[in-house]
């Protein structure tokens, strides 16, 4: 599966994103268990909101965090996120 560009990005709504305390770390909930992620994939899909497309994820984290060159790695995860059903795209 491949991200398009060209479509808003929205976290799925059969899953939910929230902080874990347990494990202090963000953790995606979903009906079969849990996932725990690192800083940069939760911020990644904290902006996977469906008003933002690639390109505004993108520089919206390389505003936050002051750095270029983003690019590659969040469409890489945000692939893993689509195959994984984490996030979904609508046309």
């Keep these: 599966m491949t991200i398009n560009p060209n479509l808003p ?5 059969t899953h939910r994103l ?8 963000n953790v995606i ?9 690192n800083q940069s994939s939760a911020e990644i899909l904290k902006l996977c909101d469906g008003t933002r497309k690639l390109d505004q994820i993108v ?18 995860f945000l692939e893993v996120a689509l195959k994984n059903g984490w996030i979904n795209q609508n046309s």
């Excluded at 990005?9 to 709504?13: L, M, N, P, V």
């Excluded at 929230?18 to 770390?25: D, M």
């Design 9 to 13: 990005i929205h976290f799925s709504r």
């Design 18 to 25: 929230q902080w874990e305390e347990a494990q202090q770390k």
């Design 29 to 37: 909930l979903y009906p079969e268990g849990l996932v725990e992620l």
């Design 59 to 76: 520089s919206d984290l390389e505003l936050k965090f002051a750095t270029s060159g983003l690019n590659n790695d969040i469409t890489a």
